[in-house]
């Protein structure tokens, strides 16, 4: 259960932020560091899913 929820969460913080960060870099050209650090959390409790042995 903590590993699909862990998985989950890494995932949907990663394409929410990821996408914000990209979308503003791209469109309005400003690197926005909230967004960047949001998607480096959901990168790092996806890595921490992996490492969650399955019950």
Do not use: P
């Not at 259960?1 to 503003?24: C, D, E, P, S």
């Amino acid at each position: 259960m903590l590993h699909n929820g862990l998985k989950y969460v890494g995932y949907l913080a990663m394409f929410i932020f990821g996408g914000t960060f990209l979308l503003r870099w791209l469109l309005r050209d400003e690197l926005l560091l909230d967004q960047l650090i949001g998607f480096v959390i959901g990168f790092i409790l996806l890595i921490i899913s992996l490492f969650v042995k399955k019950e």
